[in-house]
Structures are given as structure tokens and as C-alpha cells.
């Protein structure tokens, strides 16, 4: 697994079926977090849902990010890929929100996705989620019912 540290923050690869840390990443995040991560109440991750989040493969990447100092996940960011373009997705617990976290996850990703010949990536937010929309600046907004679908050419 590829490992990088920057700033107090160490971002790692995430292993195929490594569904443990999906699993303690989501038990950082609150109610809220949740919901504006999954579009709606979620107390807990199916099976299927963690095994789903924790594939990596040829079409899907994931990134971890810890903090110093904290063994626990502190953050995550997906990618699925899809041709020439990328859905992508991230969650930041809740006690590291507004740290940077989810700005390095979704820079790291970024440069990961053009590497690889990607050229848009697009993520679906929650329009009330204003964090989760200023990390993906320049971002042409889609509306989809109450999520927002960014798309950003890189």
C-alpha cells in the first residue's frame, strides 16, 4: 500500500475488502455527518454496503487519511471510475471536521484521477453540505432533487 505524510497527516491506499476501516470511520461520524453523506438517515452499514465501500480494483481507488497521533481513520475518499471520468466520494470524522483532511483527501485523489487519464469527476453532495461543495472548486452544480451533482473537468 502506497503511503504519503503531509502535514501531521498520513494518506494511505486502502486494501480490497478492508472493511474494518470503512467500518471505524463510519462509527466517527454523527448522525448528521451521515446524512449528508448518504442522503439520509444511516445508523449503520450493511454487509453488502461495506463490502461495496471497501472494494478496490482496477475501476475503484480509495485513500485513508490518519492523524498523528490517532490510530483510527480519520478520513476517506472513494473514487469509481467510469471511462474517462469518476465519481468520487469522501467523509471526514466528525472530530476532524474543518481541519483540512477532506481538502488533502480530495487533492491527493485529484492528482491520482489525472494520472490515470481521468478528465471530470463528478460528486453528488447534499445541497445544505457548503464544506463538502467548496472542496471541489470550479465545479459546474447539477441539481438532483436535494443533492447537488459537481462536476469538475481536470
Known amino acids: 500500500m502506497q503511503t ?3 502535514d501531521g497527516i498520513t494518506i494511505r491506499t486502502l486494501g480490497n ?10 462509527e466517527r461520524l454523527g448522525d448528521e455527518s451521515r446524512r449528508q453523506r448518504f442522503g439520509g438517515a444511516k445508523p449503520r452499514l450493511s454487509d453488502a454496503e461495506l463490502t461495496q465501500l471497501a472494494r478496490v ?8 487519511a490518519y492523524v498523528d497521533g490517532d ?12 471511462g474517462a471520468s469518476a465519481e468520487i466520494a469522501f467523509a471526514v470524522a466528525d472530530e476532524y471536521q474543518g481541519r ?35 472542496l471541489l472548486r470550479g465545479a459546474e452544480a ?4 436535494p443533492e447537488l ?6
Open 4 to 6: 504519503r505524510f503531509l
Open 17 to 26: 475488502g478492508e472493511t474494518e476501516t470503512i467500518r471505524v470511520l463510519f
Open 57 to 64: 480494483d482496477a475501476t475503484h481507488h480509495a485513500l485513508v
Open 71 to 82: 490510530p483510527l481513520p480519520a478520513g476517506v475518499a472513494r473514487l469509481a471510475r467510469d
Open 100 to 134: 483540512g483532511i477532506g481538502r488533502v483527501l480530495v487533492d491527493e485523489l485529484t492528482a491520482l484521477a489525472r494520472a490515470a487519464g481521468i478528465r471530470e469527476l463528478h460528486a453528488f453532495v447534499m445541497s445544505d453540505n457548503p464544506p463538502a461543495v467548496a
Open 142 to 145: 447539477r441539481w438532483h432533487g
Open 149 to 154: 451533482e459537481l462536476v469538475v473537468g481536470l
